[in-house]
């Protein structure tokens, strides 16, 4: 007999394990892989781009198709160069660099302060004041020992680069390191072309490029990732219940994902720690494993009219809003709600992973290892698999894997490979909701096994049900 699963603590080493077994499934794999990789860069393999997808499918149904006040732009990644002199991204957008001089690493200065000494209060403070600190600390460098660190200075995090010949006729511009100012930029054009009236909102989901110092945690920080913004265009005198509104929109989604609830709180930023733009600001954190513990996972901001009116501002343009009903003109402030594609990828998997230890039919323990995930957004939805590679068996399986992913419209797994007990392995640590079994009795009573992957309960069932049943069980 098998025994009744029993789940075990795996907290401590989750992230290992995620990295190991993204890359044995077909998750993620690290970039430019055959020559030895590029540091922070990743790719998405053929179930990670799934996953992926589902995530950006379910966020822009919810807060864009489902809401009569939001509209979509996909902003281009290039932009004139001048939009960021106006948002502030030129000056503000930077980090406090040091270097080593014998082994060239590079550290940014208030981790290291806050790493080494157990500094709190280091974040913010300008590169004069943290050289300071790290000369009467004399610290030793992290990765040589040596201490031979330069002092601290800052380091714009924006990826430039030039469009058309390097020359004087060159014209130099960035890398988005938002997708935010596109929106802004577009106001006007979106306000003309659209019956939008305040309050209303912009979303997209789009790349963004940031030449962190520091990246690294697998895909939580890296210099290429993918943002699901949203600006919300509002009066001035209603900027605070509409930031409760999106707390509590941002807490439903993360409902909608399937997360633990206890590990994810809500955090507000102390004045003195507001980004330039900001009035208030309030994090969404999540409990990470092992040393990184827990970190941001979307953030909410109020901007205030600060990018509107830089952006009027620098270009001479009016971007006021006209209200009718009161015959006045004024900026409209805005909630920024954002949202990080790579970081909720990594948080539903690791939400979602877990062990359970078990003991095989001939009484040797075994870990049965599985992704939990939400069947919203796991890459197959169901799997059929034939119970051997006989033709009267596959026949019927291959059947009902084009009738199943007709219904659904999903992306189904077909699998005759390995024997019944390894199949149902392999669905479960990708996340499979559902396999079903096509077995020598369907051939006799028109039935067929569903599975399900969290239980390990199994049902016998019609085979002509099997496609609304699935349908129904993933919505």
């Known amino acids: 007999m098998i025994d009744t699963p029993e789940t075990t603590p795996v907290r401590a080493s989750t992230m290992e394990k995620i990295v190991a077994l993204s890359k044995r499934r077909g998750f993620v794999y690290p970039g430019s892989d055959v020559y030895g990789g590029l540091a922070n860069t990743w790719d998405f393999g053929p179930l990670g781009v799934e996953l992926k997808n589902n995530?950006?499918?379910?966020w822009w149904s919810t807060f864009i198709h489902k809401r009569p006040d939001m509209v979509g732009l996909d902003a281009g990644i290039l932009m004139h160069p001048r939009v960021w002199e106006a948002s502030g991204h030129v000056v503000n957008f930077n980090d406090p660099l040091v270097d080593c001089r014998t082994c060239k690493s590079r550290f940014r200065a208030d981790h290291l302060l806050e790493q080494k000494l157990g500094l709190k209060d280091v974040d913010g403070k300008s590169p004069e004041e943290l050289s300071a600190i790290l000369r009467e600390a004399n610290?030793?460098?992290p990765v040589c020992g040596n201490r031979t660190l330069t002092d601290a200075r800052q380091f714009n995090m924006m990826f430039s680069t030039t469009i058309g010949p390097v020359s004087e006729t060159g014209v130099g511009v960035y890398l988005r390191p938002e997708t935010a100012q596109g929106i802004f930029v577009q106001y006007k054009n979106i306000m003309a072309s659209n019956r939008v009236k305040i309050p209303f909102g912009v979303g997209q989901i789009g790349k963004a490029f940031r030449n962190e110092i520091?990246?690294?945690n697998f895909i939580f920080r890296v210099l290429e990732f993918e943002q699901m913004e949203i600006e919300y265009f509002i009066s001035p005198d209603e900027w605070e219940i509409q930031f409760e509104n999106w707390l509590k929109a941002m807490s439903d989604w993360i409902d909608l994902l399937g997360l633990d609830r206890e590990r994810v709180r809500v955090r507000e930023h102390s004045q003195e720690k507001l980004s330039h733009y900001s009035k208030r600001t309030a994090d969404y954190e999540y409990d990470f494993p092992g040393a990184l513990g827990w970190g941001e996972l979307y953030g909410l901001a109020y901007r205030t009219d600060?990018?509107?009116r830089s952006h009027q501002e620098a270009s001479g343009v009016d971007l006021r809003y006209f209200d009718q009903a009161n015959n006045t003109r004024f900026l409209p402030h805005v909630i920024e709600p954002?949202?990080?594609v790579e970081r909720t990828f990594l948080t539903v998997?690791?939400?979602?992973?877990?062990?359970?230890q078990t003991t095989d039919v001939n009484g040797k323990a075994d870990t049965r290892v599985l992704l939990r995930l939400d069947p919203k957004i796991a890459p197959y939805k169901a799997a059929i698999l034939p119970l051997a590679r006989k033709p009267e068996l596959t026949e019927v399986a291959r059947q009902l894997f084009a009738d199943v992913q007709a219904e659904t419209g999903a992306l189904i797994d077909y699998d005759e490979t390995a024997n019944i007990g390894k199949r149902y392995r392999r669905q479960d640590e990708i996340g499979t909701p559902f396999c079903v079994t096509v077995d020598f009795d369907?051939?006799?009573?028109g039935a067929v096994t569903i599975r399900d992957r969290d239980t390990t309960a199994q049902e016998r069932m019609p085979i002509a049900e099997v496609p609304g049943y699935i349908r129904q069980a993933i919505r």
Do not use: M, S
Not at 442 to 445: E, I, M, N, P, Y
């Open 306 to 308: 600060f990018d509107l």
């Open 349 to 356: 998997l690791i939400d979602a992973y877990d062990e359970e």
């Open 214 to 216: 520091t990246p690294g």
């Open 55 to 58: 995530i950006k499918r379910l």
């Open 338 to 340: 954002t949202f990080g």
């Open 442 to 445: 369907t051939l006799a009573d």
């Open 139 to 141: 610290l030793a460098c």
